[in-house]
T-cell receptor, first 110, second 114 residues
Framework: QQQVKQSPQSLIVQKGGISIINCAYE??????FPWYQQFPGKGPALLIA?????SEKKEGRFTISFNKSAKQFSLHIMDSQPGDSATYFC?????????FGSGTKLNVKP | ETGVTQSPTHLIKTRGQQVTLRCSSQ?????VSWYQQALGQGPQFIFQ???????GRGNFPPRFSGLQFPNYSSELNVNALELDDSALYLC?????????????FGPGTRLTVL
């Protein structure tokens, strides 16, 4: 049973556009929702994270939108750049046990 | 850089062998988790150690075992390797304690089982 479902599997965006990646979860006990960025051959790097007591968090060009009632959260990358091309994973956690989505491969075209 | 290091970077083993992977956490981080990431998939939780005790386990068989040491280092041991064990193995450390903390990942060890 997959705890966190992520979509789309892949995404192509033009430079300057907005990239949107969506995740859904079932376990209402999750209390921490991070997004990770992973480049080939590297470990995941924390991008931005949110806790369920807020509906939105923004850090630079990256924004998480969180809908607790729908059990969904999404990552928005504004002004997408070719350097953002990577695989993005959402995750959900409870007591430091993390469950990851299946990943979204983002390709930002110059 | 996250301050989390792993060794070796790459490893090739044959089916049935045993392997030990190593991780050095950030200083002061009491919690270390290990993940298996198959090609094209998200990391899958193997187990977690908090203050040298196992503190939760994912859906992995007993031939996956671990140790955590007082100097913030840890090991993942896999016995009787199978072809499906080929993957990137990641460790992640966090300060630990009550609640959920940010996890910081190492670069991973790429294990190939032939």
């Amino acid at each position: 049973q997959q705890q966190v479902k992520q979509s789309p599997q892949s995404l192509i965006v033009q430079k300057g556009g907005i990239s949107i990646i969506n995740c859904a979860y079932e376990n209402t006990a999750f209390d921490y929702f991070p997004w990770y960025q992973q480049f080939p051959g590297k470990g995941p790097a924390l991008l931005i994270a949110i806790r369920p007591d807020v509906s939105e968090k923004k850090e630079g060009r990256f924004t998480i939108s969180f809908n607790k009632s729908a059990k969904q959260f999404s990552l928005h990358i504004m002004d997408s750049q070719p350097g953002d091309s990577a695989t993005y994973f959402c995750a959900a956690s409870n007591f430091n046990k993390f469950y990851f989505g299946s990943g979204t491969k983002l390709n930002v075209k110059p | 850089e996250t301050g989390v290091t792993q060794s070796p970077t790459h490893l090739i083993k044959t089916r049935g062998q045993q392997v030990t992977l190593r991780c050095s956490s950030q200083s002061g981080h009491n919690t270390v988790s290990w993940y298996q990431q198959a090609l094209g998939q998200g990391p899958q939780f193997i187990f977690q150690y908090y203050r040298e005790e196992e503190n939760g386990r994912g859906n992995f068989p007993p031939r996956f075992s671990g140790l955590q040491f007082p100097n913030y280092s840890s090991e993942l041991n896999v016995n009787a390797l199978e072809l499906d064990d080929s993957a990137l193995y990641l460790c992640a450390s966090s300060p630990g304690g009550v609640g959920t903390d940010t996890q910081y990942f190492g670069p991973g060890t790429r294990l190939t089982v032939l």
